[in-house]
């Protein structure tokens, strides 16, 4: 058994809202471990609906801003700025700013359709 795993090209995830996911380690592209660790751009305009998800998620905003929504409370986070969302928070993220959002987001366990539970 190798002691790493080098990934030089990402798995796009293909999706219809204009959102690009470049997932370098998880379980759509190179399957080690129980994490995710994914590149995203999304437009301005994006949104996605409210999840529970079962995994931690860490998102790291490397360019423009991201909102991120919880029950009765909503959080701008900006360039440099990071999260943790816990698992079984009620969340939903979007961008409803003029300018594309770039983040990495890093899931523990792995993103997983399955895991994300969406309302």
Known sequence: MSKYVIQKNPFIVQRDDGKLIEEYFGK??????DFSVAHM????????PFQI??????????K??????FD?????????ESICVNKGARVRYS??????VEYVS??????????????
């Not at 751009?41 to 996605?48: F, L």
């Not at 998800?53 to 490397?62: A, G, K, Q, R, V």
């Not at 961008?95 to 594309?100: A, I, K, L, T, V």
């Open 41 to 48: 751009i999304a437009p301005p305009g994006w949104s996605e």
């Open 106 to 119: 890093f899931c523990v366990p792995a993103f997983k359709l399955d895991r994300v539970n969406r309302e």
């Open 64 to 69: 423009g801003k991201k909102q991120v929504e």
């Open 95 to 100: 961008n409803p700013f003029n300018e594309e």
């Open 72 to 80: 009765n409370e909503t959080i701008f986070l900006e360039k440099g």
């Open 53 to 62: 998800p079962m995994f931690d998620e860490i998102t790291y905003i490397i």
């Open 28 to 33: 759509a592209s190179k399957d080690v471990g």
